[in-house]
C-alpha cells in the first residue's frame, strides 16, 4: 500500500506569508522614523559639543566669569578684577611641575603686584586651605591663593591637567593660554606684562 505524500517543508503556507506581510510593512514604515531621529540625535549632540567650545578660552575673547574664595574667606570674582592684567595659574600640591614653578611666581608677583599685576592662583586641591595654607607657609609664598576644591574652573575652562596659566588684558580678554611650566619671572615674561600693563584701560578713558 503506497503511503501518503509528506508535504514539503521548503514550501512556504500562505498562512505564514500573511503572517510575515504586516512585519515588513512595519520596518518599512519604522525605517524613515528611525532614520529622522538618528539625524536629529547626532544634530543635538553637535550643537551640545558647539555649545561646549563656545565657553572655552579663545585669544583675543573675554575669559568666562568666575568667583571663588581665598584663605581668608573672601570672595574674589574675575570680573571684579576687570581694568586690570590679570595671571591665572591653575595648579594642585600634588603636582611637582607646578611646585617647580611656584617661585617664579612669587617673584613675579613680587615684582609687578604693586603696580597692579593681578596674581590668582586657582588650586585644585578637594581638601582646600587644609593642605594650602601648609603648603604656602613650606614654600613661603605670598601670592593670592583661591580655592576651588570642587573643580569649577577645570570645567569652565576645559583644562587638561595642572599647571595650566592663562594672561588677561585689562578687558578681560585672553592674552595667552600656557599649557605646562614656566619660568614666570623671565626678562621675555616680565617685559610681556609690563606691556600689557602700560596699556591704557579703554573703561578709564571712557
Known amino acids: 500500500m503506497a503511503s501518503a505524500p509528506h508535504p514539503n517543508p521548503d514550501t512556504t503556507s500562505p498562512a505564514a506569508?500573511?503572517?510575515?506581510?504586516?512585519?515588513?510593512?512595519?520596518?518599512?514604515?519604522?525605517?524613515?522614523?528611525?532614520?529622522?531621529?538618528?539625524?536629529?540625535?547626532?544634530?543635538?549632540?553637535?550643537?551640545?559639543?558647539?555649545?561646549?567650545?563656545?565657553?572655552?578660552?579663545?585669544?583675543?575673547?573675554?575669559?568666562?566669569?568666575f568667583a571663588l574664595t581665598d584663605l581668608q574667606g573672601n570672595t574674589v570674582q574675575l570680573s571684579a578684577l576687570r581694568g586690570n592684567v590679570v595671571f591665572i595659574n591653575?595648579?594642585?600640591?600634588w603636582c611637582q611641575p607646578c611646585i617647580d614653578e611656584m617661585p617664579t611666581i612669587e617673584r613675579l608677583y613680587n615684582q609687578l603686584h604693586a603696580r597692579g599685576l593681578k596674581v590668582v592662583a586657582i588650586s585644585l586641591d578637594p581638601l582646600g586651605a587644609q593642605v594650602i595654607e601648609p603648603f604656602m607657609r613650606r614654600y613661603r609664598l605670598t601670592f593670592p591663593v583661591?580655592?576651588?576644591?570642587?573643580?569649577?574652573?577645570?570645567r569652565l575652562y576645559g583644562t587638561t591637567g595642572v599647571p595650566e596659566s592663562f594672561i588677561v588684558?585689562?578687558?578681560?580678554r585672553l592674552v595667552e593660554k600656557v599649557v605646562g611650566p614656566r619660568d614666570w619671572s623671565s626678562p621675555q615674561t616680565l617685559a610681556l606684562f609690563e606691556r600689557l600693563m602700560a596699556m591704557p584701560d579703554p573703561q578709564s578713558q571712557g
Open 17 to 65: 506569508t500573511a503572517n510575515s506581510r504586516p512585519w515588513g510593512v512595519a520596518l518599512l514604515w519604522l525605517l524613515p522614523v528611525i532614520v529622522v531621529a538618528l539625524i536629529l540625535a547626532y544634530g543635538a549632540l553637535t550643537r551640545m559639543s558647539d555649545e561646549k567650545a563656545d565657553h572655552l578660552p579663545q585669544v583675543g575673547q573675554p575669559l568666562a566669569d
Open 90 to 93: 591653575v595648579w594642585a600640591t
Open 146 to 154: 583661591l580655592l576651588d576644591v570642587k573643580s569649577e574652573v577645570e
Open 169 to 172: 588684558d585689562k578687558q578681560g
